[in-house]
Nanobody, 130 residues
């Protein structure tokens, strides 16, 4: 059983930055694709970004491209989401997720789909004030 624990959320003014972290308990973290999703009140959970096992390929939602950066540290078993130029519409609970069904694969557009991931964290709140 994999445990994912997010941290780094908080309240920030528009235009500001935050860095989210997600620590994984898996010993084979370095084999799997990781993703970030978010869910605003009254809305469905939506894809934000994903990163391949090596960090070699990444994929972003259009709404965050150029502002957010996903990265990973396979020694620390941690994935990060650096969020810059934050907007009020970025306000949501942010979740990290892991796909352990497929190992050592590149990220494709398929990873926008929540069903690609089988483990999820509990989420961290990000609030951007205008």
């Amino acid at each position: 059983q994999v445990q994912l624990v997010e941290s780094g959320g908080g309240l920030v003014q528009a235009g500001g930055s935050l860095r989210l972290s997600c620590a994984a308990s898996s010993r084979t973290f370095n084999r799997y694709t990781m993703g970030w999703f978010r869910q605003a009140p009254g809305k469905e959970r939506e894809f934000v970004a994903s990163i391949s096992w090596s960090g070699g390929t990444t994929y972003y939602a259009d709404s965050v491209k150029g502002r957010f950066t996903i990265s990973r540290d396979n020694v620390k078993n941690t994935v990060y989401l650096q969020m810059n130029s934050l907007k009020p519409e970025d306000t949501a609970v942010y979740y990290c997720a892991m796909d352990t069904k497929r190992s050592l694969v590149s990220v494709t557009t398929a990873y926008k789909d929540k069903s690609m991931y089988d483990f999820w964290g509990q989420g961290t709140q990000v609030t951007v004030s205008s």
